[in-house]
């Protein structure tokens, strides 16, 4: 008889702790109304951001300024680190670069291209600079 009535003695004390634990709680639809209206922040802003030249920081990136150093006719650091900073490999950028000056098509087009699955030689043979 005594364990039947500590069971229902504990049962009911949980049961209570239980209910002045949810009456401490804050309301969760306010808690996330207020932090989904918030603004985010610079700094949240600039760590999903990745279209402008500095995803790789203040510094000057010495692969970047060598690409844009080679092809000045043709770039700038910032452009070539907004490819980078994109998505592009650096020795993507090289070829995009070299192939745009055989041929004439923009560096964003070839990168496209490449980003669509294509291997360089298929685009090279695409695009008329070699045959299969």
């Avoid at 402008?52 to 000045?72: K, L, N, R």
Wanted: with cysteine; glycine share 6%.
């Amino acid at each position: 008889m005594i364990i039947p009535v500590l069971c229902f003695v504990l049962l009911a004390g949980c049961a209570s702790t239980a209910d002045q634990t949810e009456q401490n709680l804050p309301v969760e639809n306010e808690t996330t109304e207020q932090e989904n209206t918030a603004a985010p922040t610079q700094d949240e802003q600039q760590s999903t951001s990745t279209s402008g030249p500095d995803c790789y920081g203040p510094e000057i990136h010495p692969v970047g300024q060598s690409i844009a150093d080679q092809f000045e006719d043709y770039t700038d650091y910032d452009q070539v680190m907004v490819w980078f900073c994109n998505g592009a490999q650096f020795d993507d950028i090289l070829t995009a670069l070299q192939t745009e000056v055989l041929s004439g098509i923009s560096v964003d087009d070839l990168l496209e291209m490449l980003d669509s699955g294509q291997t360089w030689n298929q685009i090279w043979v695409e695009i008329g600079l070699t045959e299969e």
